[in-house]
């Protein structure tokens, strides 16, 4: 089964984006945080910055938005060419409506779920998204370390996504190392966020070949 390597760059060097960008152009996609000191205690960039980065990046943009208000704000990224927008379950008022609006724009629709989020409440919510993405450290800042006690979850939506049949991306995001990975993909992610882990390698290209290698091993059967 196939395995996305989405690297973040929150671990890049901000001041140095376009070259760190060409440095991951073999992966799938680059993730990208947008954070806003409300939803999360972190402030990144917003529409402009993203924009940009749309502009020169060699790979599409998943955009991952840790904010208030995604019903108001989400549609903006989407407009600016983003191939994958997700937004969290916490913050949005009406999750399917959004999820059809960014479809209708031509993105796909993510869900995120923070780690103390239950699943039950989305799993009837997946036939209308693209991609689900579950939280694998607190959201906020990189560089934090794999919540195991997550993979439940995950395995919980990996079987409901298989028993009915859907093409839902299940995305990980938060200490994906070569070791973690792992974990994450026998649990049943297929589409990794690695953010230190690809670019503290001294070859980008070879460390994502590596995780992307590891996590297609260990992959489940469903994986889409």
Request: glycine share 8%; net charge negative; proline share 7%.
């Amino acid at each position: 089964m196939p395995a996305r390597i989405n690297p973040s760059i929150l671990a890049a060097d901000f001041v140095n984006m376009q070259r760190d960008l060409e440095r991951i152009a073999s992966a799938d996609l680059v993730h990208v945080d947008v954070m806003d000191n409300h939803f999360v205690p972190n402030l990144t960039f917003g529409p402009q910055m993203v924009e940009r980065i749309q502009a020169v990046s060699p790979i599409p943009l998943d955009v991952h938005l840790m904010i208030d208000d995604p019903d108001r704000w989400a549609l903006g990224y989407a407009e600016l060419g983003a191939y994958s927008v997700t937004f969290h379950a916490e913050a949005a008022a009406d999750p399917v409506r959004l999820a059809r609006r960014l479809q209708a724009i031509g993105a796909r629709a993510g869900l995120a779920l923070k780690p103390g989020t239950p699943v039950d409440d989305v799993l009837e919510l997946l036939p209308e998204f693209d991609q689900v993405l579950v939280m694998t450290v607190e959201p906020g800042f990189g560089g934090q370390s794999f919540m195991p006690e997550t993979m439940p979850k995950l395995a919980r939506l990996r079987s409901a996504v298989d028993a009915a049949g859907l093409d839902v991306w299940l995305q990980v995001d938060g200490g994906i190392t070569e070791e973690t990975i792992v974990t994450a993909a026998e649990n049943g992610a297929d589409t990794f966020v690695a953010g230190s882990a690809v670019f503290r390698a001294e070859n980008t290209e070879r460390q994502i070949s590596l995780l992307r290698d590891t996590a297609a091993e260990h992959i489940h059967p469903g994986g889409n």
